[in-house]
């Protein structure tokens, strides 16, 4: 058990996920980093200690899973719920990006779905019942622009997005009367390997960074309990539409 805050953040071992968790732990969360590669992982944690010095940050917490593993997400959140005593903070980031609105085969859209949805609510389906117990907590889920837009020849990608909202909508109603605050962080075109993938046109600095989402969620960490945010769309000022 520690008194500190405990944090998960899931698809931590870069992009935003990775500014995320440095911005937690530099909060005094005890972050708890979360994706497919443990050597990733690994390396993400070192680096946070390194840049803010084990004074101002705990060190952070590895595992190493698939988060559309039903089995392993229940064992692994027993197991962080019997080390710490509590679950503070769940970012719900682990994403995938898959191009076009007909042209996947079944496989690719259920592997897109099972990522962009399923992974979130298994999470979220086993941190809540916790929440819940203390009467506090905050969710965060990572959609996109996506998730409020359809944009064209990306509608199996807004397809998971806007379930994700949706499903983050219903919990902002239903939770905010407990004490527990949900918000989707929906951004556009972010500086990240996963735009790169997709084939953004926008330059770098051009795009929204992934310290911006991590301030984001630092400001709604530190507003007043009575204020809860159901969502929050980031544009970048070339692609705001």
Not at 12 to 40: F, N, P, Q
Not at 76 to 82: A, D, Q, Y
Not at 146 to 158: I, K, M, Q, R
Not at 203 to 230: F, N, R
């Amino acid at each position: 058990m520690i008194d500190a805050p405990v944090a998960i953040v899931t698809g931590a071992s870069r992009g935003i996920g990775r500014a995320i968790a440095e911005g937690l732990a530099a909060d005094g969360y005890k972050t708890i980093l979360m994706a497919r590669s443990k050597d990733a992982l690994k390396r993400v944690g070192f680096e946070i200690v390194l840049k803010l010095g084990l004074e101002k940050a705990l060190t952070p917490d590895l595992c190493a899973l698939d988060v559309t593993d039903e089995a392993t997400v229940q064992s692994t959140l027993k197991h962080i719920v019997e080390t710490y005593g509590r679950i503070d903070v769940l970012v719900n980031n682990a994403g995938q990006w898959l191009d076009g609105s007909l042209d996947a085969s079944t496989d690719q859209v259920r592997t897109l779905f099972e990522v962009n949805l399923l992974a979130p609510y298994l999470l979220l389906r086993a941190v809540v019942p916790l929440m819940k117990e203390r009467g506090s907590g905050y969710l965060f889920n990572v959609a996109s622009r996506a998730g409020t837009v359809g944009f064209p020849e990306s509608g199996t990608y807004c397809a998971s997005k806007f379930a994700l909202v949706g499903l983050s909508d219903s919990l902002h109603r239903e939770l905010a009367p407990m004490g527990i605050k949900v918000t989707a962080i929906c951004p556009g075109w972010v500086n990240t390997d996963m735009a790169i993938e997709a084939g953004t046109s926008l330059a770098a600095g051009d795009m929204i960074q992934p310290a911006d989402i991590a301030q984001t969620i630092h400001y709604l960490l530190h507003l007043s309990p009575s204020v809860c945010i159901k969502d929050i769309v980031l544009g970048s000022h070339l692609s705001v539409v």
